[in-house]
C-alpha cells in the first residue's frame, strides 16, 4: 500500500458553472465529485466511477487540468495524525449527452446534494479543498496538463 493515497477528481464546467458534491457535517461544504483509486483501476477509470457513484452522472474523461497535494504532516497541528497524505488528480470532464446529475441512491454518509455552482459564487460557499481560485484561473486560461499513460506508449524494440 503507498503512502499517498491517490485521489481521481473530476471537474465538470457546464454554462459556466461546476458540479459539486454538497456535504453536511459541521455545517455544509462543498467538493469536486471524486476519491480514493482503487486497486487495478487507472485513474480514468476512477474519476468516470467516482463521479457515477457520487452523482449517477456519467462523463468522457478530458485532459488534466490542476493537481492538489494534501500533506497533513506538513502542516502545524491543524491535521491529525491518522489524516492520510493525497494526491488529487483533477481531469475536466464532460457529461454524456444523455447524463444528468442527480443524488445517488446510497449516497456517501453526510451527502445531502448535487449542485451546480455558477463560478461566479464560488467565493460565497465552502469548497474542500479551498481551490476556488485556482479553478478560476483554469476556466479562464484552459492551461492544461497532459496525462502519459504508459500502456498507450509505443513498446521499446530492442536492437541486435
Not at 12 to 33: A, F, M, Q, T
Not at 43 to 63: K, M, S
Request: with cysteine.
Amino acid at each position: 500500500m503507498s503512502h499517498i493515497r491517490i485521489r481521481p477528481t473530476a471537474l465538470i464546467i457546464k454554462d459556466n458553472s461546476i458540479l459539486l458534491v454538497e456535504y453536511e457535517d459541521n455545517g455544509i461544504h462543498y467538493n469536486l465529485p471524486g476519491g480514493g483509486a482503487e486497486p487495478g483501476e487507472t485513474v480514468i477509470d476512477g474519476v468516470i466511477r467516482e463521479v457515477y457513484e457520487e452523482t449517477t452522472a456519467e462523463v468522457e474523461v478530458g485532459p488534466l487540468a490542476l493537481v492538489y497535494e494534501f500533506a497533513p504532516h506538513k502542516q502545524s497541528g491543524e491535521y491529525l495524525p491518522t489524516d492520510k497524505h493525497g494526491i488529487h488528480l483533477i481531469f475536466e470532464c464532460t457529461l454524456k449527452d444523455h447524463s444528468k446529475p442527480q443524488m445517488p441512491q446510497h449516497p456517501d454518509p453526510n451527502q445531502s446534494a448535487v449542485k451546480w455552482i455558477a463560478l461566479e459564487e464560488l467565493d460565497s460557499i465552502l469548497l474542500i479543498p479551498n481551490i476556488k481560485e485556482q479553478i478560476k484561473t483554469y476556466v479562464k486560461h484552459k492551461k492544461n496538463i497532459e496525462l502519459i499513460e504508459d500502456y498507450r506508449l509505443d513498446r521499446f524494440t530492442t536492437m541486435l
